[in-house]
């Protein structure tokens, strides 16, 4: 007596240590595959199974079970990758008593809805891969419910009926945890807030502010460049490191006119490309030193 209740203590320990380290986060036996958060099973033996018994058997094997359903390419792929996985229907075949003869295959859990879109019997949605039919495949309906088929050498799908007396054997799936939830996108660590810009005639754009500094006379690149260090200490002559930055600056250029620029970067932008993009802004400003000159 005292012993049984030991053993009856031993499993209630077992069971909460299970809920404590996710023991459920494997499969539910050792004949399913894993793969990912989901589990596969093929369930084949001598006897096969309609479309519809064979749904319910993967109903009663696990909680949240169904025939097969496929989210994704690369799961597709996985599926049906014809070394790894040996499946060996078509090898085994002999051994189902009841299969269909002359097609090796098992359900899969996908059919054709009345409109004629394949959908995941598990849920309604729309089947999203690129099933790989067998030759003349799909077929019309009322061959509705698809069977992957082992030709041998691999996966193709075919069509067939619901009829209890077209059996075959079939695939299972479970999810047994949750999907790895990708990692998040490391933070970038922004430049740190230089302030506002230096006075209000600056115009703010994105992380820089810019001015055009016009009057009656017109500067040397070297007497420019000397001007917008002593408006502020982080100003130079305008530099431009990206595409939108260039496009916004001819923008305005086309508006006002006659436009030399100077920028001083409230955030500083890494400028590695800027070099690139200093001739031209010079060429720029000559150009618009010498509209003023004239
Ligand atoms: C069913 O599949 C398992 C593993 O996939 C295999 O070991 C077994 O021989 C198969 N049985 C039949 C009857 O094909």
């Known amino acids: 007596m005292l012993k049984d209740n030991f053993k009856l203590l031993l499993l209630l320990l077992a069971a909460l240590l299970c809920q404590i380290v996710h023991c459920q986060q494997s499969c539910p036996s050792s004949d399913w ?10 369930v084949n033996g001598t006897t096969g199974r309609s479309f519809d018994e064979a749904r319910t058997d993967c109903q009663g094997r696990a909680n949240g079970a169904d025939l097969l359903w496929i989210s994704t390419d690369s799961e597709l792929s996985w599926f049906e990758d014809y070394q790894a996985r040996a499946w060996n229907i078509k090898k085994n075949w002999a051994q189902c008593t009841d299969c269909d003869r002359r097609v090796e295959a098992a359900w899969i859990g996908a059919y054709r809805d009345d409109l004629g879109i394949f959908r995941w019997i598990r849920d309604s949605q729309a089947v999203e891969i690129n099933l790989n039919w067998y030759f ?10 698809i069977l992957a088929d082992d030709t041998g050498s691999s996966i193709r799908y075919r069509t067939d009926t619901r009829e209890a007396n077209r059996k075959f054997w079939h695939f299972c799936k479970v999810q047994h945890r949750d999907p790895t939830t990708p990692t998040p996108m490391p933070t970038t660590t922004l430049p740190p807030y230089l302030g506002p810009c230096p006075t209000r005639y600056w115009t703010e754009q994105g992380d820089s502010c810019y001015l055009l500094v016009k009057g009656e006379s017109g500067r040397s690149v070297d007497e420019a460049e000397a001007d917008c260090s002593a408006r502020s200490s982080k100003a130079g002559l305008l530099w431009i490191e990206t595409a939108d930055e260039a496009a916004w600056c001819e923008e305005r250029d086309r508006r006002v006119k006659d436009v030399a620029h100077l920028q001083v970067p409230v955030q500083r932008k890494h400028s590695h490309d800027s070099a690139v993009y200093v001739d031209s802004a010079v060429n720029q400003l000559r150009h618009h030193l010498r509209a003023y000159n004239d």
């Open 33 to 42: 595959i894993e793969n990912g958060a989901f589990c596969y099973l093929l």
């Open 136 to 145: 003349g495949q799909p077929k019309d309906t009322p061959l509705d419910y």
